[in-house]
């Protein structure tokens, strides 16, 4: 089944604690990006990429960092969470370039920053 | 940079009614155009989309209709249905650019 996977789904952690969202699609997508959901604000683009160890900034890069080493992954690392980076979170794959093709979503990853 | 803008930020109908949401973009350069629809505890699942060589697209219950001279594009529900309701997210983009989206509708259809 085609589907991008990403995990955890739910974390509840406290400021300034490394963690990582994983991020895994199986369909072959050379585009990759993370976007994340706030009330009132609708989707917005943190990171993207366009192939293998190719990745830019979206519209709100600060306090996020992202890699690209294989095609088919593309973890979000947040190296000292704050509380205004509680979220949810998604990550979305798609052929070609992204801005003009199809996006398939994960279902989402919570985060709760105390 | 590209603005998308969606309106109404919620919409409510009766069952068997239509439903019409308008977004504007603002980059003339922009040439696709899709929707997504979110339902709760997932992620947004593209439901529709049109490339500026076309003026209008249909499927089913759904249309989407797009104005480049005004820049403005709207997806048509007709004979709403219960599942319907959701969270609906259009977006705009073109090559070489990233993909924007407006802040999303909930439509809530009444039974």
């Known amino acids: 089944e085609a589907q991008v996977t990403q995990n955890p789904r739910y974390l509840i952690t406290v400021t300034g604690k490394k963690l990582t969202v994983t991020c895994s699609q199986n369909m072959n997508h050379e585009y990759m990006s993370w976007y994340r959901q706030d009330p009132g604000l609708g989707l917005r683009q943190i990171y993207y990429s366009m192939n293998v160890e190719v990745t830019d900034k979206g519209d709100v890069p600060e306090g996020y960092k992202v890699s690209r080493k294989e095609k088919r992954n593309f973890p979000l690392i947040l190296e000292s969470p704050s509380p205004n980076q509680t979220s949810l979170y998604f990550c979305?794959?798609?052929f070609g370039q992204g801005s003009n093709q199809p996006q398939h979503f994960g279902d989402g990853t919570r985060l709760s920053i105390l | 940079g590209e603005n998308v803008e969606q309106h109404p930020s919620t919409l409510s109908v009766q069952e068997g009614d239509s439903a019409v949401i308008k977004c504007t973009y603002s980059d003339s350069a922009s040439n696709y155009f899709p929707w997504y629809k979110q339902e709760l505890g997932k992620g947004p699942q593209l439901i529709i989309d049109i490339r500026s060589n076309v003026g209008e697209k249909k499927d089913q219950r759904i249309a989407v209709t797009l104005n480049k001279t005004a820049k403005h594009f709207s997806l048509h529900i007709t004979e709403t249905q219960p599942e319907d309701s959701a969270v609906y997210f259009c977006?705009?983009?073109?090559?070489?650019?990233?993909?924007?989206f407006g802040k999303g509708i909930t439509l809530s259809v009444r039974p």
């Open positions: 979305a794959s798609s």
């Open positions: 977006a705009a983009g073109r090559a070489n650019s990233k993909l924007t």
